[in-house]
């Protein structure tokens, strides 16, 4: 009886370690979740935040840093949700400042500057930050998109003037490097360069006949094009003497007597 007592004893004791070691694992699971949860909310706030910071560098309309600002709010209020106590306050007030924001831009006029006038900064980096920027730009919209957040026409807008950006980004940066190629008196490379710009363009225009943009270009890089072509030919140098005309006339000419 009393071994029977111990075997049912050591068997409840063993139900009960495993019982806390499975509650434990589930508990760690808990956690690591909720951290790798958090991360990524911190990591989509501050990507959101990095784009909005980089909007100055190209003509934004306010339905894009509307989306902007509603990501940053969804992000903190999740952090909020998922952080320790002692951070809770710091998303708390952001999300504040956050809510006034988006009320105050939801009450303005919206405003669709025109890209007409976009030039590519001076600087390299610019334009890789830059390019970078709209890169995520269009990933952060097609998401908001996909997630039901975003009007269908709002979105189409907004990926066509992304597309159309980048494509003045790509058409300038070729012909620009280009120019600089043609000046150095890399001919081959300039005009290497400057074709391959003409068929981005000429693809282009055959979708878009009317966007003065791409007619503009058009006409840039033909004359472009005209100008290396010419320095091509003053730089070729001039054809020598055939040696077949040289060698008859040495074989007909009057022989010396001696």
């Known amino acids: 009886m009393a071994f029977t007592l111990v075997l049912v004893l050591i068997g409840a004791l063993l139900l009960l370690v495993i019982g806390i070691n499975t509650l434990q694992q589930q508990k760690q699971r808990a956690e690591a979740l909720r951290r790798t949860e958090l991360a990524r909310q911190r990591a989509i706030l501050e990507e959101t935040e990095e784009v909005l910071a980089n909007t100055g560098m190209?003509?934004?309309?306010?339905?894009?840093n509307?989306?902007?600002?509603?990501?940053?709010?969804?992000?903190?209020?999740q952090a909020k949700m998922l952080c320790n106590t002692s951070q809770k306050a710091d998303y708390e007030r952001r999300v504040l400042d956050l809510n006034g924001m988006i009320e105050s831009m939801q009450k303005a006029p919206?405003?669709?500057?025109s890209i007409e006038n976009f030039r590519l900064p001076d600087n390299?980096?610019?334009?890789?930050?830059?390019?970078?920027?709209?890169?995520k730009l269009k990933a952060i919209i097609r998401d908001?998109?996909?997630?039901?957040k975003m009007d269908p026409n709002v979105f189409a807008n907004e990926e066509n003037r992304i597309?159309?950006?980048?494509?003045?980004i790509n058409v300038e940066s070729m012909l620009s490097r280009a120019r600089s190629a043609c000046y150095l008196k890399q001919y081959g490379s300039s005009r290497q360069?400057?074709?391959k710009a003409l068929g981005t363009l000429n693809t282009i225009k055959a979708q878009t006949p009317t966007d003065p943009f791409i007619t503009k270009k058009v006409e840039e890089a033909k004359l472009l094009l005209e100008e290396i072509n010419s320095a091509l030919k003053l730089a070729q140098p001039s054809a020598p003497k055939?040696?077949?005309e040289d060698d008859i006339d040495l074989l007909f000419q009057p022989k010396k007597k001696w």
């Open 58 to 64: 190209f003509p934004c309309t306010s339905h894009t």
């Open 66 to 77: 509307l989306v902007l600002y509603k990501r940053i709010k969804e992000a903190a209020q």
């Open 110 to 113: 919206s405003q669709q500057p």
């Open 124 to 135: 390299d980096r610019q334009i890789l930050v830059l390019v970078q920027t709209l890169k």
């Open 144 to 148: 908001e998109h996909n997630k039901g």
């Open 163 to 168: 597309n159309s950006l980048q494509l003045r």
């Open 193 to 195: 360069m400057v074709t």
């Open 242 to 244: 055939a040696k077949d």
